[in-house]
């Protein structure tokens, strides 16, 4: 968990030089996780469109899957240029990129 706020790209290349990457909540269980690290905080999860517009995909550039969370009415991908995903009190939303917030990452644990 940051306490500094970092556009999109700044935050992912935050969590890779600490050898992971933007949370990914793949399910309720860790969305739920994530709300309880940032309450009633915006923070950057690793989700985007930025290389195809409504095809959302995880950072690590898998696909978004069967779960999501997101607020009714979005994505909604607002003036043509929110590729971006934050979480607010568990639920999603499309942001443009270069907005500073928030961010949590996540590290696979080392084997040993």
């Not at 790209?9 to 860790?30: E, H, K, V």
């Not at 043509?80 to 696979?108: Q, T």
Request: charged share 20%; glycine share 10%; hydrophobic share 30%.
């Amino acid at each position: 968990m940051f306490t500094t706020t970092k556009n999109f790209n700044q935050a992912a290349s935050a969590c890779r030089g600490d050898g992971g990457t933007l949370a990914m909540p793949r399910d309720a269980g860790t969305n739920t996780f994530l709300v309880s690290l940032q309450a009633n905080k915006a923070y950057w999860i690793g989700l985007h469109d930025q290389r195809n517009e409504g095809r959302f995909q995880w950072i690590d550039g898998s696909g978004l899957g069967k779960y999501s969370s997101w607020y009714p009415k979005q994505p909604d991908n607002k003036n043509g240029v929110e590729d971006c995903v934050i979480s607010f009190d568990g639920k999603w939303y499309d942001m443009e990129c270069p907005n500073r917030m928030l961010f949590n990452c996540e590290v696979a644990p080392r084997r040993g």
